[in-house]
C-alpha cells in the first residue's frame, strides 16, 4: 500500500485515477479547490471509509494558487492533475494559466522542498500541445525545438521545465505524460461536452468551431488512467517523458456526426465558425495532433478503444450520466 496524493483528484482525469488507486488499496489523500471538480466523484470511496471498511481516502480542500500548506505530509507518491485545461482560455485570459498551472506548480514544488517532502516519484500531466504545429506526425517525446501556440501549451511547458530542475535538485524522479485529447465519463470540457450541451439546446443547427477539418486523436480515459499507471511502473531515470494518445486520429466533422447520431438527433444542420482564416476553432488551436506512442507501449501499455471507439463511447456515456442525474 502507497501513501499517494493527488492534486485535481475531484476532476475529469483525476476522480477516475483515484478510482483506479483506490481499488488497488492505496492510501490516498486527494486535493482540490472544486473549481471544477465534483466532490461526489469520491463518494463512493469517502462512504467506504465512513462505514470503516479497509478503503482509505482523505479530502483536503485548499487551492495550490496559495501555499498549500494543509497538504503537508509524507507521500510515496504525488500525482499533479490539478490545472486549468481549457485551451481556450488561455486566449482571453493568459494570467489564469499562468496562475492555475505555473504558479500552482511552483508552489507545490515549493512546499515538497520547504518541508522536505521527497516522494519516490512525481508523475504530471502535461499535454500534446506543448509541441505546438509539429511538422513530423506522429510526434514522438523527443521532437524540437518546443514552440507551443497556445499559452496552455505554454504553461504545461514551464511546468514540465520546473519539475525537471526540483527532480534533479531534490532528488525525487518525475514521470511527466504528455497526454493527447482524453474523454470520457465526468468530463466537464472539450468537443464532445460541448456538442452535446449546444443539442440539449437546439437539434436542428449544431455550431462547431473551426471549420471542421481539425483532425487530432482521442483517448477514453480509462485508457488513459491505464497509460499513466503503466508509465510510472517502469521509469528508471531521474525524468522520464511519455507520450500518451490513441493511435488513430478523428476529425471535427465525424465527431458531430456521431455526436448526432448516437443522441438522436437527425438531419442536423452544422454551422462552421473557423476563428481564423486558416479554419481553427480558436487562436491556438492546434489542427493536426496525433503522438507517437512507441515508448509507452513499449513499457507493456495497448489502449482498448482507437479514437472513433471512444469518441461513440464517450457520447453514451455523458448521456447516460446526464439521465441518471434526472
Ligand atoms: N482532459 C484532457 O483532454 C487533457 C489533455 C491533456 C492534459 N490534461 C491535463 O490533465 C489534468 C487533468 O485534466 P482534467 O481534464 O481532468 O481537468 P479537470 O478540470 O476536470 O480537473 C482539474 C482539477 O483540478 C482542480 N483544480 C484546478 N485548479 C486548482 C487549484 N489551483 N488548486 C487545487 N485544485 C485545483 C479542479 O477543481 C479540478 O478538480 C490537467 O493537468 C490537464 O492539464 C488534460
New binding site residues.
Given amino acids: 500500500m502507497d501513501k499517494i496524493l493527488v492534486?485535481?483528484g475531484?476532476?475529469?482525469?483525476?476522480s477516475h485515477l483515484v478510482d483506479q488507486l483506490m481499488t488497488q488499496e492505496n492510501n490516498v489523500t486527494v486535493?482540490?479547490?472544486?473549481?471544477?471538480?465534483n466532490l461526489e466523484y469520491l463518494s463512493n470511496w469517502r462512504t467506504a471509509t465512513r462505514n470503516k471498511k479497509s478503503k482509505d481516502l482523505r479530502f483536503i480542500k485548499?487551492?495550490?494558487?496559495k501555499s498549500p500548506l494543509q497538504i503537508v505530509g509524507n507521500y510515496d507518491i504525488v500525482f499533479h492533475?490539478?490545472?486549468?485545461?481549457d485551451v481556450r482560455l488561455g486566449s482571453q485570459n493568459p494570467r489564469i494559466q499562468f496562475e492555475?498551472n505555473v504558479l500552482?506548480t511552483y508552489n507545490l514544488l515549493e512546499m515538497m522542498r520547504k518541508k522536505k517532502i521527497s516522494p519516490r516519484l512525481f508523475v504530471f500531466?502535461?499535454?500534446?500541445t506543448v509541441y505546438g504545429e509539429a511538422d513530423l506526425i506522429p510526434t514522438p517525446e523527443n521532437y524540437g525545438p518546443l514552440q507551443p501556440i497556445s499559452v496552455y501549451g505554454a504553461s504545461?511547458l514551464a511546468c514540465e521545465a520546473l519539475i525537471s530542475s526540483y527532480a534533479h535538485n531534490y532528488k525525487f524522479r518525475a514521470v511527466i505524460l504528455r497526454?493527447?485529447?482524453?474523454?470520457g465519463s465526468r468530463?466537464?470540457?472539450?468537443i464532445i461536452y460541448d456538442l452535446l450541451q449546444k443539442l440539449r439546446k437546439n437539434k436542428t443547427e449544431l455550431e462547431i468551431l473551426g471549420d471542421g477539418s481539425q483532425t487530432k486523436s482521442y483517448l477514453h480515459v480509462k485508457d488513459c488512467v491505464s497509460g499513466i499507471l503503466t508509465g510510472i511502473s517502469k521509469t528508471p531515470n531521474q525524468v522520464t517523458i511519455l507520450n500518451l494518445g490513441s493511435e488513430d486520429q478523428i476529425n471535427v466533422l465525424k465527431i458531430a456526426d456521431i455526436t448526432c447520431r448516437e443522441s438522436g438527433a437527425r438531419q442536423v444542420k452544422y454551422k462552421l465558425t473557423p476563428a481564423t482564416s486558416d479554419g481553427r476553432g480558436w487562436p491556438g488551436d492546434v489542427k493536426f495532433m496525433r503522438l507517437d506512442v512507441t515508448k509507452l507501449k513499449s513499457l507493456g501499455w495497448q489502449p482498448m478503444m482507437n479514437s472513433e471507439q471512444a469518441v461513440e463511447t464517450t457520447v453514451r456515456e455523458l448521456i447516460m450520466e446526464r439521465l441518471r442525474r434526472f
Fill in positions: 492534486t485535481g475531484c476532476g475529469f482525469i483525476g486535493v482540490d479547490n472544486l473549481s471544477s471538480g485548499a487551492d495550490l494558487t492533475l490539478a490545472a486549468n485545461p492555475q500552482a500531466t502535461s499535454t500534446s504545461k497526454l493527447a485529447n482524453v474523454i468530463s466537464t470540457h472539450g
